[in-house]
């Protein structure tokens, strides 16, 4: 190998570290409500918790939505109203087995243990 390649494959090497650690620039604030989101639509085995939690959700994105599109990030609102449309569906199967007096047999594709 020549000099040129090896001081290449050095740079990169020693390079790497440096870049990995600089992509995550996020404030905690962001950070936290990125975490929100992803369990925004988190399934939980007890329904009546379940319930409480996903009306919250869909309180919650339904307003995201609305400031996104305020905003005029149609992008944004399109995705927070495709989430809350999901967590109304989990929310309505919730219902549906606290009326029955049913508990969940699955969440998230995964059966409960008992």
Known sequence: MSRTTIA???????????????????????????????GALKEHADPQKDAKLQKANVKRLERNAEIERANGNRVGAWAAEGDAKHAQKLLGKDEKALERGEDKQHVDHQEVKK
């Open 8 to 38: 290449l494959l050095l740079g990169a090497v020693l390079c790497t570290p440096v870049f990995a650690h600089a992509g995550d620039q996020r404030s905690s604030h962001e950070k936290k409500e990125e975490a929100e989101k992803k």
